[in-house]
T-cell receptor, first 115, second 114 residues
């Protein structure tokens, strides 16, 4: 089974702090994604990566950056956390090619509260 | 053109009833339409998916109906059970893009009352 793990289930940070959210997948997937989930807005793509050191902006990249130094690890960085970044953050991965390349496997999520 | 619109936002159904969630899209290049199910405290997981070469796909109590001309697709849950209570997301993608990117709908919170 594919396993996607996220470093924290819950985080509480102060406005202006630098925040790191870590995601690790164990199935050698090429694609990795970061989403934020807010009620009524669904899952919105922040960034995705299709290879080591490669990244592309999603729909809402402002205020975020990412890092992918190793294939299995994809980090989301909030350079200066703000209260409007309080949300649930979900990481996902998918295989490049194959029978169903679009199938994304999600981690359990990190609920971030910025005070 | 990249949006997927999902309705209703919330749904309450009695046990044994039929739950219906609808989605609409604009981009005719989309060629893959999955539904994801999310239980509280968990990440979403693929439930069922359809490609536009068929109008319906059934897996157990879950059925996707697809209307290409109307650019709409829906999830039907037959004989709904309390264990089906979850948030459901529809999504769409261009499979040919190879990036695996999905455009998600806004989500529907389903509550099945015993």
């Amino acid at each position: 089974d594919v396993k996607v793990t996220q470093s924290s289930r819950y985080l509480v940070k102060r406005t202006g702090e630098k925040v790191f959210l870590e995601c690790v997948q164990d199935m050698d997937h090429e694609n990795m994604f970061w989403y934020r989930q807010d009620p009524g807005l669904g899952l919105r793509l922040i960034y995705f990566s299709y290879d080591v050191k490669m990244k592309e902006k999603g729909d809402i990249p402002e205020g975020y950056s990412v890092s992918r130094e190793k294939k299995e690890r994809f980090s989301l960085i909030l350079e200066s956390a703000s209260t409007n970044q309080t949300s649930m953050y979900l990481c996902a991965s998918s295989l490049l090619g194959g029978v169903s390349p679009e199938t994304q496997y999600f981690g359990p999520g990190t609920r971030l509260l910025v005070l | 053109q990249q949006q997927v619109k999902q309705s209703p936002q919330s749904l309450i159904v009695q046990k044994g009833g039929i739950s219906i969630i609808n989605c609409a899209y604009e981009n005719t290049a989309f060629d893959y339409f999955p539904w994801y199910q999310q239980f509280p405290g968990k990440g979403p997981a693929l439930l069922i998916a359809i490609r536009p070469d068929v109008s319906e796909k059934k897996e157990g109590r879950f059925t996707i109906s697809f209307n290409k001309s109307a650019k709409q697709f829906s999830l039907h849950i037959m004989d709904s059970q309390p264990g089906d209570s979850a948030t459901y997301f529809c999504a769409a993608s261009r499979g040919s893009s190879n990036t695996g990117k999905l455009i998600f709908g806004q989500g529907t919170t389903l509550q099945v009352k015993p």
